[in-house]
C-alpha cells in the first residue's frame, strides 16, 4: 500500500499521514445519496415501461382478436355453402378476397 505524507491547508504546519485507504473512502466518486436516488430512478422508469409495454401488448392481442373476427363474419356471410360443405378451396379463393 502506497503510503503519502499531507500536510494539513488551515494554518497548521503539523504533517499527517494518510494511506491511499483514507484518501479515496468512496472509490466509486459518488455519494450514496444521489447513488440510491439513480437506482431508485431507474427502478421505477423499468417499472413503468414494463406496465406501459404489458397494456400496449394486451391492445394489439384484443385488436387482432377484433380483426380476425370480423375476417371470420365476413368469410361466413360471403360463402355459407363452402362452410357447411367444408369446400376448403372456394374458401381460400374468398379467403384471399376478404379484405
Do not use: D
Request: a positive charge; one cysteine or more.
Amino acid at each position: 500500500m502506497k503510503k503519502i505524507w499531507i500536510a494539513k491547508w488551515k494554518g497548521s504546519s503539523s504533517v499527517r499521514f494518510l494511506s491511499n485507504s483514507r484518501m479515496h473512502p468512496n472509490p466509486s466518486g459518488f455519494k450514496p445519496a444521489i447513488l440510491y436516488s439513480i437506482i431508485l430512478i431507474l427502478l421505477l422508469m423499468g417499472l413503468i415501461i414494463a406496465l406501459v409495454e404489458n397494456a400496449r401488448s394486451e391492445m394489439i392481442r384484443e385488436e387482432a382478436k377484433k380483426r380476425g373476427m370480423a375476417v371470420a363474419r365476413t368469410l361466413a356471410a360471403v360463402c355459407p355453402n363452402a362452410l357447411l360443405t367444408y369446400n376448403y378451396v372456394i374458401l381460400q379463393q374468398n379467403g384471399e378476397r376478404v379484405p
